[in-house]
């Protein structure tokens, strides 16, 4: 009996010491294994990648963090969007057609008043009579040495301005808007308006008024100089073929017509970038020119010497250009520069046919509502401009 006691208790002691142990190392396994995988998952995290997504003018930073345990899959990396072109595209088209409807109206406005000047002309020198000499001279004698000074000043600056060709009086507007756009760039308090309108940038939330306001954009002298010596070169030779309204017409449609084809191929690379300067409104006026008149002869201001004919200047920039854009050179905007290149040699070759040419329904109706029941006889609008 003792001893079948004391086996019992032997047998009842193993297996509790047996169950005791079991269960101790299934907690401590579960610990060791809780902070083995607790442990493992953060020597396994990985920090928070930074991608810097660009949205148009200022660049933003976005966290990439890995998925939590479980979901699967890995987060794809943040690409930007790339921006809708549809309402800049429909902005040059309407642009467009503004101008040359704007500057047909005018036209008709400027031929109209030259007439009615000439007649009022010719009334005042009937009334005019041989005491005019004497009234002047008097009225001469009565000034003082500065007032003689200014006046003769302002005569010379009177001459000066007479002797300008109609081109050369046309563009020197358009150098003077670029001129003060300029001096607007060296204000501090006003860099932010002017990267948000005075540069072009298809990922800004602004795309459709910088297409016009970049035209008149130069942020370096040296590029508005050299862009604005061109324009004054080839003014008188564009201005004598297409007239003054019709040249505005075209440089400034030139401007955004070229904006929108560098927005597109932009676009079309992901290189959203901002661009500014009237490249591409003066390349459509050195390309009209060169098409209209390819045996003219050029030359460069530094090298007098070496002279080629306007046909091959033209064809030179445009290789050079197209190999710009197609090896992804960033000195210039290319894409703009053939945009205007290639809407300069368009409108010479077919445009003007197409659109200024058929311009006399809108002259007749503006000058229907302008004068009612005052039309002539033929019905057309009385004045015409050059074809």
């Not at 040419?357 to 039309?375: A, N, Q, Y």
Request: proline letters at 5%; one cysteine or more; aromatic letters at 10%.
């Amino acid at each position: 009996m003792i001893n079948m006691a004391w086996r019992g208790s032997v047998v009842k002691w193993a297996k509790t010491q047996f169950i005791r142990s079991t269960n101790t190392t299934s907690a401590d396994s579960r610990f060791n294994s809780c902070i083995q995988q607790r442990c493992a998952f953060r020597r396994e995290a990985k920090k928070p990648e930074t991608k810097k997504v660009n949205t148009g003018n200022v660049s933003q930073e976005t966290k990439v963090t890995n998925p939590p345990p479980g979901q699967g899959g890995s987060t794809p990396p943040l690409r930007a969007s790339r921006p809708s072109l549809l309402k800049p595209l429909m902005f040059t088209v309407g642009f467009t057609g503004c101008s040359f409807g704007a500057a047909a109206i005018l036209q008709y406005e400027t031929l109209k008043s030259r007439v009615q000047s000439a007649k009022d002309e010719d009334a005042e020198k009937l009334l005019q009579g041989s005491q005019d000499m004497a009234y002047w001279h008097d009225w001469w004698n009565q000034l003082s040495g500065f007032q003689r000074q200014l006046i003769l000043l302002m005569s010379m600056v009177d001459d000066f301005w007479s002797s300008l060709t109609e081109g050369q009086k046309t563009v020197t507007g358009i150098i003077a808007v670029n001129a003060v756009v300029l001096c607007c760039w060296r204000i501090p308090v006003m860099q932010r308006s002017m990267i948000k309108y005075f540069t072009s940038n298809p990922a800004s939330k602004t795309r459709c008024l910088p297409m016009i306001l970049s035209s008149f954009s130069h942020y370096s002298i040296i590029h508005m100089l050299a862009n604005m010596y061109v324009l004054w070169t080839f003014s008188s030779g564009i201005v004598s073929l297409l007239g003054k309204e019709q040249f505005l017409a075209v440089y400034m449609s030139a401007g955004v017509i070229s904006t929108m084809l560098s927005y597109m191929c932009k676009t079309a690379t992901g290189r959203l970038y901002p661009s500014l300067g009237a490249s591409g409104a003066v390349m459509a006026v050195l390309a009209a020119v060169c098409a209209k008149v390819p045996e003219a002869k050029l030359g460069i201001i530094f090298l007098p010497m070496v002279t080629f004919t306007a046909g091959n200047a033209l064809k030179g920039l445009i290789a050079i250009d197209t190999a710009g854009l197609i090896l992804g050179w960033r000195l210039f905007d290319h894409a703009a520069h053939l945009g205007g290149a290639l809407f300069g040699i368009w409108y010479v070759a077919y445009g003007h046919k197409l659109i200024w040419r058929k311009r006399e329904p809108l002259v007749k109706f503006w000058h229907d509502m302008r004068s009612p029941g005052g039309s002539r006889p033929g019905g057309g609008p009385g004045v015409s401009g050059p074809q």
